[in-house]
């Protein structure tokens, strides 16, 4: 039973326009959220996190947003990019604890 | 600072065969962790070690041995290979103990035949 899940495995969308990844998970346990970003033949890379204590948290132009009653998150990205192209995955986490649980992933494809 | 590698970079196995995956972070960090990634799966944890010394199960620990040899390395061994093993292992290590940002390694790609 997979507590964290990303029920698009892919997403295309064109060079500029806005990106949203979408993230559901079932623990209310979770209090702390990441997205990590992966190239093919590469390890994952911290993107961003946001706390369960907020529900909006922005870097450039990555921005998650936390729905604790819906038990959603998501990621967008805005303007998207050609670079942008890569396998995102959510991840969660409660503080007490040492394990991330991952989604299965969303592949984002990011045309010029 | 290289961060955290893995070796080796690639590997292909018999069913029966054992092997050891090598990891080793130069972060000073204190937790280390050991993954599995398959298509759909998003990664699986196998094991981690909070800090030097201690080890626990994860997710998925099942045909899989772990050893903390020191604050840098964490090696993960497989005894006796199995095809169901095929799949790409990730090393991650944090500063933290608590779920945190994890910074991970290139993965080793195992094929199991």
């Known amino acids: 039973d997979q507590q964290v899940k990303q029920n698009s495995p892919s997403l295309s969308v064109q060079e500029g326009r806005i990106s949203i990844l979408n993230c559901d998970y079932t623990?209310?346990?979770?209090?702390?959220f990441l997205w990590y970003k992966k190239y093919p033949a590469e390890g994952p890379t911290f993107l961003i996190s946001i706390s369960s204590i907020k529900d909006k948290n922005e870097d450039g132009r990555f921005t998650v947003f936390l729905n604790k009653s819906a038990k959603h998150l998501s990621l967008h990205i805005v303007p998207s990019q050609p670079g942008d192209s890569a396998v995102y995955f959510c991840a969660a986490s409660w503080r007490a604890g040492n394990m991330l649980t991952f989604g299965g992933g969303t592949r984002l494809m990011v045309k010029p | 600072n290289a961060g955290v590698t893995q070796t080796p970079k690639f590997q292909v196995l018999k069913t029966g065969q054992s092997m050891t995956l090598q990891c080793a972070q130069d972060m000073n960090h204190n937790s280390m962790y050991w993954y599995r990634q398959d298509p759909g799966m998003g990664l699986r944890l196998i094991y981690y070690s909070a800090s030097e010394g201690t080890t626990d199960k994860g997710e998925v620990p099942n045909g899989y041995n772990v050893s903390r040899l020191n604050k840098r390395e964490f090696s993960l061994r497989l005894e006796s290979a199995a095809p169901s093993q095929t799949s790409v292992y990730f090393c991650?290590?944090?500063?933290?103990?608590?779920?945190?940002?994890?910074?991970f390694g290139p993965g080793t790609r195992l094929l199991v035949l």
């Open positions: 623990n209310s346990m979770f209090d702390y």
């Open positions: 991650a290590s944090s500063f933290l103990d608590s779920g945190e940002t994890q910074y």
